[in-house]
């Protein structure tokens, strides 16, 4: 199995744990857990900022003296936006569960005290349908380079069954700006129906990283360089979520020069 996948350990509690010393890399780190009612979680990191995103359920959550009270209105990625909380550095958070629940948290460094936790309410995201056909993908931006934060982008992605999706092919793996950001990366995938399956390639132009990995409901991919489109399968969409960090907290990537004349068409 490619050292890039990650499986999920079994399906209750915390199945999937992404550190930057398991990753091998430096800024993303990236945990799911599973609730049933009344379960809890905790956390909390002295030099790690958070954000909490409900994928599926409803949770009551606390981060520092703040009490969100009920978050989350989903049952499943695929209805709709997310809830989620944004917790800085240094703060203790926790969460109940009031539903059954998946829980995302998504790390990376930050500074103590930089601002305050806030609830990143459904209305607080934009939406936007990218590309024409069957390069159709429904993207919302949970937290992006306009909203505060250290480090943290993340944002989520539905990709309908036949479709592609963070295509045509691009990098970010240089500290290169105006060209690139130099961004780790995570893809949370889900399947719908979740016996389904889609495929993710993660390559660089000279083929020293050239990994081609069947995804299956649950399970999470690594980036750490390189280009790396995604691919479902008819009668099976694709959600994904994305966690990025590096140096800049900066989206800017290079496209595969051998596939950017499909951006001229206007449907990428």
């Not at 790390?107 to 024409?132: S, Y």
């Not at 889609?198 to 299956?216: N, P």
Request: proline share 8%; aromatic share 8%.
């Amino acid at each position: 199995m490619s050292k890039l996948l990650v499986k999920p350990a079994g399906a209750a509690g915390k199945v999937v744990d992404v550190t930057p010393a398991s990753a091998g890399w430096t800024y993303v780190g990236f945990a799911l857990h599973r609730l049933k009612p009344g379960e809890s979680v905790s956390g909390g990191e002295a030099d790690r900022e958070a954000c909490l995103v409900l994928v599926s359920g409803k949770a009551s959550i606390r981060a520092g003296s703040e009490d969100f009270g009920t978050v989350g209105r989903r049952m499943s990625p695929f209805d709709g936006k997310p809830s989620s909380v944004y917790v800085p550095a240094g703060m203790e958070w926790s969460a109940t569960a009031e539903s059954e629940v998946e829980l995302a948290v998504c790390t990376a460094p930050g500074r103590p005290g930089a601002r305050p936790p806030r609830l990143i309410a459904e209305a607080d995201m934009t939406q936007e349908v990218r590309g024409k056909g069957s390069n159709v993908r429904h993207v919302v931006n949970i937290l992006p380079e306009t909203a505060d934060a250290d480090g943290l982008l993340v944002v989520e992605v539905v990709t309908p069954a036949g479709n592609t999706s963070s295509y045509p092919p691009h990098r970010h793996d240089e500290d290169d700006l105006p060209r690139q950001t130099f961004l780790e990366e995570t893809y949370y995938h889900r399947l719908n129906p979740p016996q389904g399956f889609a495929f993710q390639r993660v390559y660089t132009d000279d083929r020293s990283l050239d990994e081609a990995m069947a995804v299956e409901d649950g399970d999470v991919t690594l980036v750490p360089k390189g280009y790396h489109p995604c691919a479902t399968i008819h009668g099976y969409d694709l959600y994904y979520l994305n966690v990025m960090a590096g140096p800049k907290r900066q989206w800017t990537f290079h496209n595969a020069p051998e596939h950017e004349w499909l951006l001229k068409t206007g449907d990428a």
